[in-house]
T-cell receptor, first 111, second 115 residues
Framework: KNEVEQSPQNLTAQEGEFITINCSYS?????LHWLQQHPGGGIVSLFM???GKKKHGRLIATINIQEKHSSLHITASHPRDSAVYIC?????????????FGKGTKLSVKP | NAGVMQNPRHLVRRRGQEARLRCSPM?????VYWYRQLPEEGLKFMVY????????ESGMPKERFSAEFPKEGPSILRIQQVVRGDSAAYFC?????????????FGSGTRLTVV
């Protein structure tokens, strides 16, 4: 079993829909990251969370440390949101940058 | 204010050749990290470097791979005698000494193809 599990693996939505991507992890962490990767492109860091909730534009990330679970929400989705969304954790006690990554959720938003 | 710069974007090497991947961290960042993304697999940590120091190389393959971050110039990930299994996307990230609220800044990656 992977230490970081994401669901769903693939997600297709219509433009304007509310989207939720889930991430569960099995290790103690000091922080959790949500990343975005466009096809053939680089990686963009969206959020770093250690508790609670963060919002940036149409993106909202939440984390429940007790349940070892985080969600990434996209409101009013748009075709330009189509990308792979990756959850990654900084394991507690690990060295900086030694992240454990989920396999990613491939999101496709249709116009 | 340029972000993390990686070059080349694409690199083709024949089996047995050497591959050199470069990463210039974001201005003000002194910590560099390398990650590998194999086809159809997730990202994996390789190495964490500060200027002239390797801090954590627990993710580096034991042979043929090395990394450096000299006092001057970019960080280099070097793969000697490449094999087909080295074909992957290699990403570099950087951070300041204390992780900012936004964590790590990633580059656009180098796509290595071994033929």
């Amino acid at each position: 079993k992977n230490e970081v599990e994401q669901s769903p693996q693939n997600l297709t939505a219509q433009e304007g829909e509310f989207i939720t991507i889930n991430c569960s992890y099995s290790v103690g962490i000091s922080a959790l990251h949500w990343l975005q990767q466009h096809p053939g492109g680089g990686i963009v860091s969206l959020f770093m969370l250690s508790s609670g909730k963060k919002k940036h534009g149409r993106l909202i990330a939440t984390i429940n440390i007790q349940e070892k679970h985080s969600s990434l929400h996209i409101t009013a989705s748009h075709p330009r949101d189509s990308a792979v969304y990756i959850c990654a954790v900084d394991p507690y006690g690990g060295s900086q940058g030694n992240l454990i990554f989920g396999k990613g959720t491939k999101l496709s938003v249709k116009p | 204010n340029a972000g993390v710069m990686q070059n080349p974007r694409h690199l083709v090497r024949r089996r047995g050749q050497e591959a050199r991947l470069r990463c210039s961290p974001m201005k003000g960042h002194s910590h560099v990290y390398w990650y590998r993304q194999l086809p159809e697999e997730g990202l994996k940590f390789m190495v964490y470097l500060q200027k002239e120091n390797i801090i954590d190389e627990s993710g580096m393959p034991k042979e043929r791979f090395s990394a450096e971050f000299p006092k001057e110039g970019p960080s280099i990930l070097r793969i000697q005698q490449v094999v087909r299994g080295d074909s992957a996307a290699y990403f570099c990230a950087s951070s300041p000494p204390g992780i900012s609220n936004y964590g790590y800044t990633f580059g656009s990656g180098t796509r290595l193809t071994v033929v």
